[in-house]
Each structure stands twice: as structure tokens, then as C-alpha cells.
């Protein structure tokens, strides 16, 4: 099983900043098979970003994704106040076995 | 629109077995495969499987293989997971969601949620 790490657990800033997410994987995902969501309390995840860095139709330009094999990062340009969340990576170069990341919390500061 | 509503919440003593469904609106119910995903309160996603409701194909997770089954009602436009033998630790929003693409991985559309809770 693939492993995805992501750091840090929690990220404090304030709206109007960056916020850089870290994802990194236990062996190559390739560039492809990395997608991103975001997960607000009493909601359900929405996809964000696929194929490491294709954002899903509908999600603002302010959120980019890049990397490769096993590093990836999410950025956050700009936070704006709906933003603060909590941020789950994924992996599905395998199946079955498709896994989550534990997740980064982006507080407001 | 594309909507999948998912079936209400559950409560289920330690052992017994749950099954919720999973109806879909807005799309061709068999072009696209459905996952099953669950998320335990404080926890992370965890992916159970999928099915392909053309087929009836599935595939598990290692994790819950031979606790969970996954079937499709073509008839009905719905899809449904029980999970067996359930534990305290299943306790657990349960999601399905529609993919991006055809055969995708990509979890793209999601369903409400069914909260089961595992108690005695």
C-alpha cells in the first residue's frame, strides 16, 4: 500500500496569505495519479485537483497543484475566509488501494 | 443535475450487519463506476471499493475484504454497500461518490453521507 504523508498537520495564517500544503508519497505516483480535496466540517470532501495539478471545474484559480513521483505540493494563493478547511491528498496509481493523506487543517491565525 | 442521495443513518449493535444505498440522479447510471468511501469521526477518507454498474464487476480494498459487497440495481438507477460483522471502530460517515471520468479514480461527485454508529 501507498503511503501518503502530508505536513504539516496544522497550518495557522491569516486570510490574504499563502498557504503551501505538502503531500509525499512512500514510492512514485507518477504525475498523474495525485488529486487533492478539501473537507469542511457537516459537508462532504470536494475534489479539487487531479492529475497532480488540473483543477476540477468550478474551483477558483487561487488554488494550484504541482509535483511529481513522490512530492506534492498544494498552494493556496491569497486565502480567502471559505477557504479554511481541512486538505486531504490522494493516491490512485494503485487499485485496489486507492489512500488518503491524514490531512493538513489550515486555521485562521 | 448530477445528485446521488444516499439512504439515512443507522445504528447498529457490535456483529450485526449494515446496508445502505445509494441512488443517483442527472447521468446514465451505468457509464460510470461508483466508489464507496468512509470517514471516521477525526479521522481521514478510507476507500472501501467500487463497482461497475454495467457489469456488476467490484473490487475491494485488502482492508475490508470479505466484510463488504457492493451491488448495483440497474433497474432502479441505485447502488448499494453492506458492510458485515461491524465493529465499534466502523463507526463512520459512509460516502459514495461518482467518479470524474468513465473509469476514474478521481472522486468527483459525492453523495450526502450515511453516518453509522456501532454501539451497544
Known amino acids: 500500500e501507498i503511503v501518503l504523508t502530508q505536513s504539516p498537520g496544522t497550518l495557522s495564517l491569516s486570510p490574504g496569505e499563502r498557504a503551501t500544503l505538502s503531500c509525499r508519497a512512500s514510492q512514485s505516483v507518477g504525475s498523474s495519479y495525485l488529486a487533492w480535496y478539501q473537507h469542511k466540517p457537516g459537508q462532504a470532501p470536494r475534489l479539487l485537483i487531479h492529475a497532480a495539478s488540473t483543477r476540477a471545474a468550478g474551483i477558483p484559480d487561487r488554488f494550484s497543484g504541482s509535483g511529481s513521483g513522490t512530492d506534492f505540493t498544494l498552494t493556496i494563493d491569497r486565502l480567502e475566509p471559505e477557504d479554511f478547511a481541512v486538505y486531504y491528498c490522494?493516491?490512485?496509481?494503485?487499485?485496489?488501494?486507492?489512500?488518503f493523506g491524514g490531512g493538513t487543517k489550515v486555521e485562521i491565525k | 443535475e448530477v445528485q446521488l442521495v444516499q439512504s439515512g443513518a443507522e445504528v447498529k449493535k457490535p456483529g450485526a450487519t449494515v446496508k445502505m444505498s445509494c441512488k443517483v440522479f442527472g447521468y446514465t447510471f451505468n457509464a460510470f463506476n461508483i466508489h464507496w468511501v468512509r470517514q471516521a469521526p477525526g479521522k481521514g477518507p478510507e476507500w472501501m471499493g467500487l463497482i461497475d454498474p454495467d457489469d456488476g464487476e467490484t473490487m475491494y480494498s485488502d482492508r475490508f475484504q470479505g466484510r463488504v459487497t457492493i451491488t448495483a440495481d440497474t433497474s432502479a438507477g441505485t447502488v448499494y454497500m453492506e458492510l458485515s460483522s461491524l465493529r465499534s471502530d466502523d463507526t463512520a460517515m459512509y460516502y459514495c461518490?461518482?467518479?470524474?471520468?468513465?473509469?476514474?479514480?478521481?472522486?468527483?461527485?459525492w453523495g450526502q453521507g450515511t453516518f453509522v454508529t456501532v454501539s451497544s
Open positions: 461518490i461518482k467518479p470524474l471520468t468513465l473509469l476514474g479514480y478521481e472522486l468527483h461527485k
Open positions: 490522494q493516491q490512485y496509481v494503485r487499485s485496489p488501494g486507492l489512500t
